[in-house]
């Protein structure tokens, strides 16, 4: 069986990056929101600087720091900085259709994510209580965000990464545009080697 560390391993090996092996990993991930509406989402995450829309400074890791993209999920921002239930915004009628783009070349392109049937992940929202018999029953309500696991593609150090994205409706094949009160944001989650020396305490 193929690890993650193997797949991270390989790919450094092929790029001549021999000290990779040396680093720390960890679960990590990253996350930008398209507050331009643009159709691009980490292109720009320069310029947000915020973390309710980032958590990066740049759409390229430093050297000895990669991503091994293991799910990439998609989720609604709204103009309170509040994350909304993707399939209640824009219906299970839609999907997202992506392309992830690392250097000069388009690694998934044309790649759906249906609205509908997809599991709850990543966030709650908040609490709430409902009634079950005479007790009550206090409950999380999970964020509904579009997602897709086993992706398995490694973002190397030191090269550009983006996503673009369009919303279509799959009944009547419009494109559906977000607005500036339901930005669309995505997430890249997996096993990230870190720029720390894998030593023990």
Excluded at 123 to 131: K, P, Q, R, V
Aim: aromatic share 10%; hydrophobic share 45%; net charge negative.
């Amino acid at each position: 069986m193929i690890t993650a560390q193997d797949k991270i391993l390989h790919v450094a090996n092929k790029l001549g990056l021999t000290s990779l092996k040396d680093m720390q990993a960890s679960t990590g991930a990253v996350y930008d929101v398209d507050t331009d509406l643009s159709g691009q989402i980490f292109s720009n995450a320069a310029r947000h600087q915020n973390p309710s829309i980032t958590n990066i400074n740049e759409n390229q890791f430093e050297v000895n720091e990669a991503l091994l993209v293991e799910t990439i999920a998609f989720y609604v921002l709204n103009a309170g900085g509040d994350t909304e239930n993707f399939q209640r915004i824009y219906g299970s009628d839609t999907d997202i259709m992506f392309d992830l783009i690392i250097g000069n070349k388009r690694v998934m392109k044309d790649t759906p994510i249906f609205a509908a049937g997809s599991p709850f992940t990543f966030a709650n929202t908040a609490n709430f209580t409902a009634a079950l018999g005479p007790n009550n029953l206090q409950f999380f309500a999970p964020r509904h965000q579009v997602f897709m696991e086993g992706a398995g593609i490694l973002i190397p150090p030191q090269v550009q990464w983006s996503v673009q994205y369009t919303i279509f409706n799959v009944v009547s094949g419009a494109v559906v545009a977000p607005t500036a009160s339901t930005q669309i944001g995505c997430y890249l989650f997996g096993t990230k080697v870190l720029l720390n020396f894998n030593t023990s305490i």
